[in-house]
């Protein structure tokens, strides 16, 4: 039994320690938002936050993960920032499918946490990890501007 | 962009999957009592009924009955059933926007239900062929102007007032000369004892009134469940006391297990069973491809399990497919005659008489349609009812073949359909859901879910076929083509339901190669032989890739022969604005729809050319290494021209800064999601052009992953897509597709625009490395 703190609560999680951070969460918990998309960090559907950072659950085993605060798509409705990245997303069309945004939101609001006002190149270089097979990147790069802009103005 | 209007959203009850079941799904419709018996009579047939176009000719066709679609709570809360999957297109929103505006309804009231796969009930549910709009925007009106008759009617009735004095207006019924007004929640109740009225009854808006249709205000209904995580689609499906299961496949098609061994899988931690799924002989069809199952508590050690097993293959007929060789063979059979498939003129006469022969091949490779969620299907079986939960295109005709597999009577089956994250044809066929079907019945009606990886997904997807078009043009001393000589080969989608089906298929040559709309005399259109060898399956778009690279590549390349302007020199290809009967160009097959409501219409495409190259600044100076490309395609029944600006550096890196896609699809319903339709398959059309390919090697995919089968990504997306919308608010006019025909014209614009910037000639997809200097 390993316990995990996952967006703020204490979870027992009965899996073999080996385990997917991905798996324990879709499997384990029932936190269906982070997404399986090629289980070897190639597309950045699962994307979360361990201690801020956008990480890839797929590759990521939960035995590493004691002690540590993981975030997920669940929990972006209450952080300041998650919540300006899926206003704009939602503001500006951006999902087809939607399959891939939960990954994307995660990797978006990871690099408006670390850079409040990104350039062209520092979107390039955060979300590139992200596939869109639907192809919404100009999209995104314009909700996340967007975002950047109100983070900007908030009081 | 402005800022998009959300409404209630989804019934997300109806999305709560665990506990969720078919009767469920009937009380949600039943919220007003607007459920019941009856409704409009069957359409009788004629035996002499000429042919069936468009809806009609689908497989149980459209329904238009308010009571099937329509149910009004009497909190005044109305719920428009979607029939129609959803997998990024909109559709969820767009159809249930023609009902609500028709309907008078308020969008912030509206919530949309999910319709199960039963097309008796809700009309042909196939979702592919860019069809949803075209086909159901007629009956979707219809359904909304009943349903609001009747609550007129009602209204009227309950005041004692003439019909005519009352009217709808924003989810009330008004009698403005007493200032009386209802509510629909008021009226619901005595609405739905009303009978159905005649179709003839039904008075349609006027464009002008409309509300919603053609103003693309409003957000998706599924947008904030899929930017918080809570969207389900078919892979987030939970049921009580689920397994999990992956699935071994044959690496061959037609394969099968010889034997295995299971010792080592069953002692990973959480494997519960093995079971192993019978292959069906050939042809593929949309049977499963049987293998070995590895069923465990977790979806991890369904991996870990299956890593596990130790299985012996044989490999079957097919096992010496080799991309390589094909393309040799093909290319083979492209230089040699082929089965005639359209024929005008004297084209070796004109061929021998012209100054000057010009010839090129275009290859282009299998594809995989690769949706983001993989496919994925659960299934239980509990007291003989099946009930499935899927991401899938074919709710109907899952339903149909589940049945058949488990021996159990159609209405035995519920097909409960997810969102999908993505389709692009792959969920279309669902082989997948099957293999979950078997496995819940090998535990006894116990829920499975079945995942795949996307191991399994590049390795056994219905692949796009692999082509080589053949193109060959006699030119007259001003490089104006005299004759027109197109070979066609490739595998067809034939072939996965009939095995000695070695030539294209109507539909196939009626997508760009044989209604190729150029006024030229002389013009011959052969489809050589070709076998297929792995299972070939529609991809977005279908075979108008190909031939739309093929011959818009083609047409730049006599137009840099002839030292034209490459859009004059298409626009004199084209020839004057006129209306082609399609079966006078021997497309017998018109993508399904009238010829005379659908004629190839050159005027149209003519003016997507003029309005794509206008707002491009065709002619205007680039930088250095910079180069603009037009293309323009007819497919599912729209037009579409584009010009793309590409920048190749001094190391062959190839940058695309900016893409002008002109489009005209008719009425524009949702214009807002035709355009980030237009947008995507500008990049999924950059992803396959630059990147994509599968190939085989001793019968098997040599890509797993996306390391190996790559995707564009940000970084390498164009930067800035421009939609031209052509005037689309005449509601009389016809329809056309928007999901696929974005797609075609892009491989070929970035391929003309690379030779305006570098002198080089793409003639094999994907781009790849071609333009690296070493």
């Given at each position: 039994?390993?316990t995990?703190s996952?967006?703020?609560?204490?979870?027992?999680?009965?899996l073999?320690?080996?385990?997917?951070l991905?798996w324990?969460?879709r499997?384990?918990?029932?936190?269906?938002?982070t997404?399986?998309?090629c289980?070897?960090?190639?597309?950045?559907?699962?994307?979360?936050h361990v201690?801020?950072?956008?990480?890839?659950?797929?590759?990521?085993?939960?035995?590493?993960?004691?002690?540590?605060?993981?975030?997920?798509?669940?929990?972006?409705?209450?952080d300041a920032?998650?919540?300006k990245?899926?206003a704009?997303w939602?503001?500006?069309?951006?999902?087809?499918?939607?399959?891939?945004q939960?990954?994307?939101?995660?990797?978006?609001?990871?690099?408006?946490?670390?850079?409040?006002?990104?350039?062209?190149?520092?979107?390039?270089?955060?979300?590139?990890?992200?596939?869109?097979r639907?192809?919404?990147y100009?999209r995104?790069?314009?909700?996340?501007?967007?975002?950047?802009?109100?983070?900007?103005?908030?009081? | 962009?402005?800022?998009?209007?959300?409404?209630?959203?989804?019934d997300?009850?109806s999305?709560?999957?665990?506990?969720?079941?078919?009767?469920?799904f009937?009380?949600?419709?039943a919220?007003?009592?607007?459920?019941?018996?009856?409704?409009?009579?069957?359409?009788?047939?004629?035996?002499?009924?000429?042919?069936?176009?468009?809806?009609?000719?689908?497989?149980?066709?459209?329904?238009?009955?308010p009571?099937?679609?329509?149910?009004?709570?009497?909190?005044?809360?109305v719920?428009?059933?979607?029939?129609?999957?959803?997998?990024?297109?909109?559709?969820?929103?767009?159809?249930?926007?023609?009902?609500?505006?028709?309907?008078?309804?308020n969008?912030?009231?509206?919530?949309?239900?999910?319709?199960?796969?039963?097309?008796?009930?809700?009309?042909?549910?196939?979702?592919?062929?860019?069809r949803s709009?075209?086909?159901?925007?007629?009956?979707?009106r219809?359904?909304?102007?009943?349903?609001?008759?009747?609550?007129?009617?009602?209204?009227?009735?309950?005041?004692?007032?003439?019909?005519t004095?009352?009217?709808?207006?924003?989810?009330?019924?008004?009698h403005?000369?007493s200032?009386?007004?209802?509510?629909?929640?008021?009226?619901?109740?005595?609405?739905?004892k009303?009978?159905?009225?005649?179709?003839?009854?039904?008075?349609?808006?006027?464009?002008?009134d409309?509300?919603?249709?053609?103003k693309?205000?409003q957000?998706?209904?599924?947008?904030?469940?899929?930017?918080?995580?809570?969207?389900?689609?078919?892979?987030?499906?939970?049921?009580?006391?689920?397994?999990?299961?992956?699935?071994?496949?044959p690496?061959?098609?037609?394969g099968?297990?010889?034997?295995?061994?299971?010792?080592e899988?069953?002692?990973?931690?959480?494997?519960?069973?093995?079971?192993?799924?019978?292959?069906s002989p050939?042809?593929?069809d949309?049977n499963?491809?049987?293998?070995?199952?590895?069923?465990?508590?977790?979806?991890?050690?369904?991996?870990?399990?299956?890593?596990?097993?130790?299985?012996?293959?044989?490999?079957?007929?097919h096992?010496?497919?080799?991309?390589?060789?094909?393309?040799?063979?093909?290319?083979?059979?492209a230089r040699?005659?082929?089965?005639?498939?359209?024929?005008?003129?004297?084209?070796?006469?004109?061929?021998n008489?012209?100054?000057?022969?010009?010839a090129?091949?275009?290859?282009?490779?299998?594809?995989?349609?690769a949706?983001?969620?993989?496919?994925?299907a659960?299934?239980?079986i509990?007291?003989g009812?099946?009930?499935?939960?899927?991401?899938?295109?074919?709710?109907?005709?899952?339903?149909?073949?589940?049945?058949?597999?488990l021996d159990?009577?159609?209405?035995?089956?519920?097909?409960?359909?997810?969102?999908?994250?993505?389709?692009?044809?792959r969920?279309?066929?669902?082989?997948?859901v099957?293999?979950?079907?078997?496995?819940?019945q090998?535990?006894?009606?116990?829920?499975v879910?079945?995942?795949?990886?996307?191991?399994?997904?590049?390795?056994?997807?219905?692949f796009?076929?692999v082509s080589?078009?053949?193109?060959?043009a006699?030119?007259?001393?001003?490089?104006?083509?005299?004759?027109?000589?197109?070979?066609?080969?490739?595998?067809?989608?034939?072939?996965?339901?009939?095995?000695d089906?070695k030539?294209?298929?109507?539909?196939?040559?009626?997508?760009?190669v044989?209604?190729?709309?150029f006024?030229?005399?002389?013009?011959?259109v052969?489809?050589p032989?070709?076998?297929a060898?792995?299972r070939?399956?529609?991809?977005?778009?279908?075979?108008?890739?190909?031939?739309?690279?093929?011959?818009q590549?083609?047409?730049?390349?006599?137009?840099?022969?002839?030292?034209?302007?490459?859009?004059?020199y298409?626009?004199?290809?084209?020839?004057?604005?006129?209306?082609?009967?399609?079966?006078?160009?021997?497309?017998?097959?018109n993508?399904?729809?009238?010829?005379?409501?659908?004629?190839?219409?050159?005027?149209?495409?003519?003016r997507?050319?003029?309005?794509?190259?206008?707002?491009?600044?065709?002619?205007?100076?680039?930088?250095?290494?910079?180069?603009?490309?037009?293309?323009a395609?007819?497919?599912?029944?729209?037009?579409?021209?584009?010009?793309?600006?590409?920048?190749?550096d001094?190391?062959?890196?190839?940058?695309?800064p900016?893409?002008d896609?002109?489009?005209?699809?008719?009425?524009?319903?949702?214009?807002?999601?035709?355009?980030?339709?237009?947008?995507?398959?500008?990049?999924?059309?950059?992803?396959?052009?630059?990147?994509?390919?599968?190939?085989?090697k001793d019968?098997?995919?040599?890509q797993?992953?996306?390391?190996a089968?790559q995707?564009?990504?940000?970084?390498?997306?164009?930067?800035?897509?421009?939609?031209?919308?052509?005037?689309?608010?005449?509601?009389?006019?016809?329809?056309?597709g928007?999901?696929?025909?974005g797609?075609p014209?892009?491989a070929?614009?970035?391929?003309?625009?690379?030779?305006?910037?570098?002198g080089?000639?793409?003639?094999q997809?994907?781009?790849?490395?071609?333009?690296?200097?070493?």
């Amino acid at each position: 039994m390993i316990t995990l703190s996952i967006n703020g609560v204490q979870r027992s999680i009965d899996l073999p320690p080996d385990t997917p951070l991905l798996w324990a969460l879709r499997d384990g918990l029932g936190l269906t938002g982070t997404k399986y998309g090629c289980g070897i960090a190639l597309c950045g559907a699962c994307t979360v936050h361990v201690d801020g950072q956008a990480t890839l659950a797929c590759v990521t085993p939960i035995s590493e993960l004691a002690g540590k605060n993981i975030q997920t798509i669940e929990a972006m409705a209450e952080d300041a920032t998650g919540q300006k990245v899926q206003a704009a997303w939602l503001s500006l069309g951006v999902p087809q499918c939607g399959y891939c945004q939960p990954g994307q939101v995660m990797a978006a609001t990871a690099l408006l946490k670390h850079n409040a006002q990104p350039a062209d190149a520092d979107i390039d270089k955060a979300m590139s990890r992200n596939i869109c097979r639907c192809g919404t990147y100009t999209r995104i790069r314009a909700a996340i501007k967007q975002a950047a802009g109100e983070l900007e103005n908030a009081p | 962009m402005k800022a998009l209007v959300e409404n209630s959203g989804a019934d997300s009850d109806s999305f709560s999957i665990i506990n969720v079941s078919r009767r469920r799904f009937l009380k949600s419709l039943a919220l007003g009592g607007f459920v019941l018996a009856g409704g409009f009579p069957p359409v009788a047939l004629a035996e002499d009924e000429p042919k069936k176009y468009g809806a009609d000719a689908m497989p149980h066709g459209w329904v238009d009955n308010p009571l099937v679609f329509v149910a009004i709570a009497e909190d005044g809360s109305v719920s428009i059933v979607c029939h129609r999957s959803e997998m990024g297109q909109g559709i969820r929103t767009s159809l249930p926007l023609v009902v609500a505006d028709e309907l008078e309804a308020n969008w912030l009231h509206v919530k949309v239900v999910q319709a199960p796969g039963d097309e008796v009930r809700f009309g042909n549910q196939d979702t592919d062929g860019s069809r949803s709009m075209r086909h159901f925007f007629m009956p979707m009106r219809r359904v909304g102007a009943a349903a609001r008759l009747m609550l007129e009617t009602a209204a009227a009735a309950q005041w004692r007032v003439p019909l005519t004095e009352v009217r709808a207006e924003l989810h009330h019924v008004l009698h403005p000369a007493s200032g009386k007004r209802l509510s629909y929640g008021e009226l619901a109740k005595a609405a739905a004892k009303l009978p159905v009225p005649d179709r003839e009854s039904l008075k349609l808006k006027q464009p002008e009134d409309f509300r919603y249709i053609g103003k693309g205000e409003q957000l998706s209904v599924d947008g904030r469940d899929i930017v918080s995580g809570r969207a389900q689609y078919g892979i987030d499906t939970r049921l009580p006391d689920m397994l999990h299961a992956v699935v071994a496949r044959p690496p061959v098609m037609g394969g099968k297990v010889l034997h295995y061994d299971a010792a080592e899988a069953l002692k990973v931690p959480d494997v519960i069973k093995v079971v192993e799924i019978k292959s069906s002989p050939l042809p593929a069809d949309f049977n499963p491809l049987g293998g070995v199952a590895v069923i465990a508590k977790h979806t991890w050690a369904a991996i870990q399990g299956r890593k596990a097993l130790k299985i012996d293959w044989d490999n079957g007929p097919h096992a010496a497919y080799d991309s390589a060789a094909y393309r040799t063979e093909m290319e083979a059979a492209a230089r040699q005659p082929g089965k005639v498939v359209r024929n005008q003129g004297d084209v070796d006469a004109a061929l021998n008489s012209a100054a000057q022969r010009l010839a090129a091949e275009y290859y282009a490779p299998h594809l995989a349609q690769a949706p983001m969620e993989p496919p994925a299907a659960a299934v239980r079986i509990v007291n003989g009812h099946c009930e499935v939960w899927a991401c899938t295109q074919a709710p109907q005709l899952t339903r149909e073949r589940v049945a058949k597999w488990l021996d159990l009577p159609e209405d035995k089956v519920t097909v409960n359909v997810t969102l999908l994250g993505g389709g692009f044809g792959r969920k279309s066929k669902p082989d997948y859901v099957i293999e979950a079907a078997l496995l819940s019945q090998a535990m006894h009606g116990q829920a499975v879910k079945v995942t795949w990886t996307r191991e399994d997904d590049l390795r056994h997807a219905y692949f796009h076929t692999v082509s080589l078009e053949r193109l060959e043009a006699g030119l007259d001393s001003r490089g104006n083509p005299l004759a027109w000589l197109h070979r066609t080969v490739a595998p067809s989608i034939g072939a996965t339901f009939a095995p000695d089906s070695k030539h294209q298929i109507p539909p196939e040559l009626g997508m760009g190669v044989v209604n190729v709309p150029f006024a030229i005399a002389n013009l011959r259109v052969e489809n050589p032989a070709a076998e297929a060898h792995t299972r070939i399956g529609w991809f977005r778009s279908v075979s108008n890739i190909p031939r739309a690279f093929a011959i818009q590549s083609f047409v730049a390349e006599l137009a840099s022969a002839a030292g034209r302007d490459h859009k004059d020199y298409l626009l004199d290809l084209i020839g004057p604005a006129r209306r082609i009967d399609p079966r006078e160009i021997s497309d017998s097959w018109n993508q399904g729809e009238s010829p005379e409501i659908y004629p190839v219409d050159t005027g149209r495409l003519r003016r997507v050319i003029e309005a794509a190259t206008d707002a491009a600044g065709w002619g205007r100076d680039v930088p250095k290494g910079h180069g603009l490309g037009l293309a323009a395609h007819y497919s599912f029944v729209t037009y579409v021209a584009v010009v793309a600006e590409v920048a190749v550096d001094e190391e062959g890196k190839l940058g695309i800064p900016r893409v002008d896609i002109a489009v005209d699809c008719g009425p524009q319903v949702n214009p807002e999601r035709i355009r980030s339709q237009l947008e995507g398959a500008c990049i999924m059309g950059v992803s396959l052009a630059s990147l994509g390919e599968i190939g085989f090697k001793d019968g098997a995919v040599l890509q797993d992953n996306f390391h190996a089968y790559q995707l564009t990504r940000i970084d390498d997306a164009p930067r800035e897509i421009r939609v031209h919308l052509l005037p689309g608010s005449d509601y009389d006019k016809p329809l056309g597709g928007i999901g696929e025909p974005g797609l075609p014209p892009i491989a070929p614009a970035l391929c003309n625009a690379i030779f305006a910037a570098t002198g080089r000639r793409i003639r094999q997809l994907p781009i790849k490395d071609q333009l690296r200097k070493d």
